[in-house]
């Protein structure tokens, strides 16, 4: 494009019935002025294009990082949620165990106690068959002696008596609790107590 200065040194040859030079001249400073007046508008058109594509590339950059931006913060989100399902998994799978752990410690304790509480009913059992025959043996002995005394005891005669059973079944408890078993002296003199 011819700058309006270049516009101003063309020269044109003289000829025979040519134009009025005058006129040419003046022709030529008009279009000069005009062309003058377009050249600058169109440099102004440039560097305001030159401005608004630098404000359109910056606009675009913008919204570039504002995409990567909402992308990382939705990559960002995306992680925390799988990094607190994750985190809710182990809670969960660590209370699993814990649970799973105190319940077998439970039924070991249960079992525990179960076999404690067996032990006991046997012993129990075994307590029960040896107070009922040494009752029965006693009974026995009470039955002969009756059978082969003639006479009756006194009030007084029969609490020595029994007095004396007393000390020896006592001492019969004492021998039962060397040997683990409970002695139930309390029942042994409710029995004798009421026996007629």
């Known amino acids: 494009m011819l700058t309006p200065r270049e516009l101003l040194k063309v020269e044109f040859k003289t000829v025979l019935r040519g134009y009025n030079p005058q006129q040419v001249d003046e022709f030529v400073k008009t279009v000069v002025a005009k ?6 508008e169109n440099q102004r058109l440039k560097e305001e ?10 606009l675009q950059q913008n919204e570039r990082r504002v995409d990567e931006l909402i992308e990382l913060a939705r990559q ?3 992680d925390a949620r799988q990094a607190a399902r994750r985190e809710a998994e182990a809670i969960l799978e660590e209370a699993r165990i814990a ?3 105190e319940a077998e410690q439970v039924r070991l304790k249960l079992r525990d ?5 067996h032990d006991l009913e046997r012993r129990e059992r075994l307590v029960r068959r040896r107070i009922k025959a040494l009752l029965h043996s006693l009974l026995d002995q009470v039955e002969r002696e009756e ?3 003639p006479y009756a005891l ?3 005669e029969e609490e020595d008596e029994t007095d004396e059973l007393l000390a020896e079944w006592a001492g019969d408890a004492a021998t039962a609790e060397d040997d ?8 042994w003199e409710a029995t004798l107590s009421s026996a007629p």
């Open 154 to 156: 006194s009030e007084a």
């Open 76 to 78: 960002t989100a995306d």
């Open 113 to 117: 106690a179960l076999g404690r509480l």
């Open 147 to 149: 059978a082969e005394e």
């Open 49 to 58: 294009l030159e401005r608004e594509r630098a404000k359109s590339d910056k």
């Open 180 to 187: 683990d078993m409970p002695a139930r002296h309390g029942k």
């Open 99 to 101: 649970a799973a752990r």
């Open 35 to 40: 062309y003058e007046e377009l050249y600058q």
